[in-house]
């Protein structure tokens, strides 16, 4: 059946004006000068991720899909993310704060525009409104971005949400959940929206495997601290205990000890750490090291989806973990709707065929996978969003975060960094092979 056109457009401009929303917030919340300052080498200032928003948009929505001139050529090399490393983006010429929003919200006047002017088919560019959709995911992705800046800035919480709805279900729940082996089909060729990386759809054998049924909490991270995990280089990959010494890592990033408890800062509050929610800002090293202490192992990429999609009564592949609706508050954490993980156990609605839970938001969980392509993988629109990213030096994230929005968060949405990354909202939970059934 062809897509209603009316309703695609609807879905773009409400993708489009959503990001807008967050962009807006996170770039008025401060003044200028904690805009124009770079809070860590690892970010760049916020600043130049509000101008390089606009910038993309420009190129392809202004410029490739709606055919105008190019309204601001003079600063494609400026906010060309590949050719000037974050650390030195603060030396470059940037648009000053308020040119920056003048020429974001010139550039989006445009684009909704072109929007209402432009048939959404004739093309993989076109068809479905693909390349407004990949706009506003690419927006919230700086979003996200921009939120990891505000948790890495020093001074006062500027930032308020409402807190997670205290869930107090994980004492009841099975530790893991036991998923069958056999095939599934792994990625999407049917999502009107997915990106590069998460097609083409292919079969892949998973034998059975155990995984646990939430995130590893911090409860139970803290335990790995206590046995002395940070001293003990039987736990690490070579490269992590070298991490650890060279920077001499003793819990999570953000975590201090004061006198009988840990405490963290979360967005310019210092706060106790509390047990119950998912552990963050943990590099892929930390997570491998828990579960070789755990006597487990992180889960392989396609083992995460699986578990997240796959439903054994029936043998479909879902879009999510409880079916193909889009997500709503009562399945997942996500959306920046609160600044924290929400407790482990929660969100029931959002669990698994098989019971797992919190697949979906919450903390961006780290797999044992390198970051490759699927077989039949073809580079759109441009080689630099996936494939020179690929080999091993980049470990797959599943499953976003509270920070992400739901329109760059799919059952099939893949997010990759270096292992030795912890400003990041990620997280992660463990895995173990399952054993052979009696006289097999």
């Not at 000068?33 to 770079?38: E, F, K, V």
């Not at 060279?246 to 004061?258: G, Q």
């Not at 699986?306 to 889009?326: F, I, M």
Request: aromatic residues 10%.
């Amino acid at each position: 059946m062809t897509p209603d056109p009316e309703l695609l457009r609807e879905r773009a401009a409400s993708a489009l004006l959503a990001a807008r929303d967050r962009t807006r917030l996170l770039t008025t919340c401060v003044e200028d000068p904690d805009l124009i300052a770079q809070h860590s080498p690892l970010m760049s200032p916020l600043v130049w991720d509000l101008a390089h928003i606009g910038n993309q948009e420009e190129q392809w929505l202004l410029r490739t899909v709606g055919g105008r001139d190019a309204l601001r050529p003079d600063i494609d090399s400026v906010y060309d993310a590949f050719e000037h490393p974050r650390a030195r983006r603060p030396s470059l010429p940037l648009l000053a704060p308020d040119e920056a929003h003048g020429y974001v919200a010139e550039v989006r006047g445009r684009v909704l525009d072109i929007l209402e002017r432009t048939e959404l088919h004739g093309g993989p560019l076109l068809d479905s409104g693909f390349a407004f959709g990949m706009i506003a995911q690419h927006e919230q992705q700086h979003d996200e971005t921009m939120l990891i800046t505000h948790q890495l800035r020093a001074g006062p919480a500027v930032l308020t949400e409402a807190e997670p709805l205290v869930v107090s279900a994980a004492e009841i729940l099975p530790a893991e959940v036991l998923v069958p082996g056999g095939p599934f089909s792994m990625g999407t060729s049917t999502e009107p929206w997915a990106l590069d990386n998460e097609r083409p759809a292919h079969h892949r054998l998973v034998p059975s495997f155990l995984i646990d049924t939430t995130p590893v909490s911090n409860g139970a991270y803290q335990r790995f601290i206590e046995a002395g995990g940070y001293e003990d280089p039987r736990w690490w990959a070579a490269e992590g205990w070298t991490q650890v010494q060279e920077h001499k890592l003793h819990a999570p990033l953000f975590w201090k000890r004061d006198g009988g408890q840990w405490l963290r800062r979360r967005f310019g509050v210092t706060e106790p750490v509390p047990p119950d929610e998912p552990v963050l800002h943990v590099s892929w090293y930390e997570a491998d090291a828990y579960a070789r202490w755990a006597g487990r192992r992180l889960p392989t990429e396609a083992e995460w989806e699986k578990a997240a999609r796959h439903d054994p009564a029936t043998g479909r592949t879902r879009r999510y973990p409880w079916g193909d609706e889009d997500p709503t508050p009562a399945h997942a954490n996500l959306g920046q709707r609160h600044l924290r993980p929400a407790p482990i156990g929660s969100y029931p609605d959002g669990q698994s065929p098989l019971g797992v839970r919190q697949l979906i938001g919450d903390v961006w969980e780290w797999t044992a996978s390198d970051f490759l392509p699927y077989p039949g993988f073809a580079a759109f629109p441009y080689r630099e969003y996936s494939e020179v990213f690929f080999g091993d030096e980049y470990k797959v994230l599943r499953g976003g975060s509270f920070a992400v929005d739901p329109v760059a968060c799919r059952g099939t949405f893949r997010n990759w960094d270096l292992p030795i990354r912890r400003q990041i909202f990620s997280g992660f939970r463990t895995a173990r092979d399952a054993e052979p059934a009696a006289g097999a």
